[in-house]
């Protein structure tokens, strides 16, 4: 039995879904770090 | 946090990435290179090893979100809290993954993409009930009321578990019965290479679980310093 296109696209979702899952969340982590940085300085300036 | 504490800290992390990094290099090595081809179902076998670990990890975050919302209905301390909201979004992500393997691996074998037996339809509750458990977080108001609803939700649903691990065999379905732990003994339905290989995908993937809790947890505690920073300046000024 050859079934190689099913394996394929099996493959494709569960390695391509942990890759985006992992890009996300660095992606959104770093924004949020940004963010914190920013309104520490911010803080820091006004008093 | 102190600077050592900090480095220390992302020590640790980076051999947990390179560690995971290993296992998953591994385990891939394992299921197209190292293991043979199942004889009745040929190469769409192989999908196993990642549809079952899928499985183990989603069933293991749906765990530990029932352990933390029993620890935070207790304690009502906001850490339990976050630990269950972080996992219930990564059980999520691999039940879906899980969702989307099965019937891939379904249509050659039994000619249909979806049957409505006691195992596949329990398994899409169990997703159904944690992207409630999400929508709920994201969608009611701040503050203890919302984490309480959520862990009650996140206790109830995880009953589901053990239903599903049964369903194949308290009713016939089309799902194949449990071929790791059986009436014989663990692995005695199973070749050793295979055994193996699937015990190296479930370990690769339980690492990934730890690595994905990590970034979670630090995504709420980065979220909760925020607000608390926005709230100070709010009362300051």
């Given at each position: 039995m050859d079934n190689l296109e099913f394996l394929f696209a099996a493959n494709v979702f569960v390695w391509g879904g942990i890759v985006f899952y992992v890009y996300t969340l660095k992606q959104r982590n770093r924004a949020l770090e940004k963010d914190l940085n920013l309104l520490k300085e911010t803080l820091s300036k006004e008093g | 946090m102190n600077p050592d504490a900090v480095e220390e800290k992302q020590e640790e992390g980076n051999i947990l990435v390179w560690l995971t990094a290993f296992g998953l290099l591994a385990a891939m090595i394992g299921i197209f290179i190292y293991v043979p081809t199942e004889?009745?179902?040929?190469?769409?076998?192989?999908?196993m090893y990642f549809h079952v670990p899928c499985a183990w990890l989603s069933f293991f975050a749906f765990f530990v979100v029932f352990i933390c919302s029993i620890l935070f209905l207790w304690k009502k301390d906001r850490e339990w809290d976050i630990y269950a909201h972080a996992s219930a979004g990564i059980g999520v992500v691999f039940c879906s993954l899980v969702l989307i393997t099965g019937p891939i691996w379904a249509r050659p074998i039994w000619g249909a993409w979806w049957v409505w037996d006691a195992r596949l339809t329990s398994t899409l509750i169990l997703w159904l009930i944690y992207v409630a458990y999400l929508m709920l977080r994201a969608q009611s108001e701040e503050g203890s009321m919302r984490a309480r609803y959520a862990a009650v939700l996140g206790i109830v649903g995880f009953l589901n578990i053990p239903f599903i691990h049964f369903s194949v065999l308290w009713w016939r379905t089309f799902h194949p019965q449990p071929?790791?732990?059986t009436n014989e003994g663990i692995?005695?339905?199973?070749?050793p290479s295979m055994l193996a290989t699937l015990g190296l995908s479930l370990c690769a993937f339980t690492l990934l679980y730890f690595l994905l809790m990590g970034e979670r947890v630090r995504q709420e505690k980065l979220k909760d310093e925020i607000d608390r920073l926005k709230r100070e300046k709010l009362y300051s000024s």
């Open positions: - | 004889r009745t179902e040929g190469v769409i076998q192989r999908i071929k790791v732990i692995g005695k339905g199973m070749d």
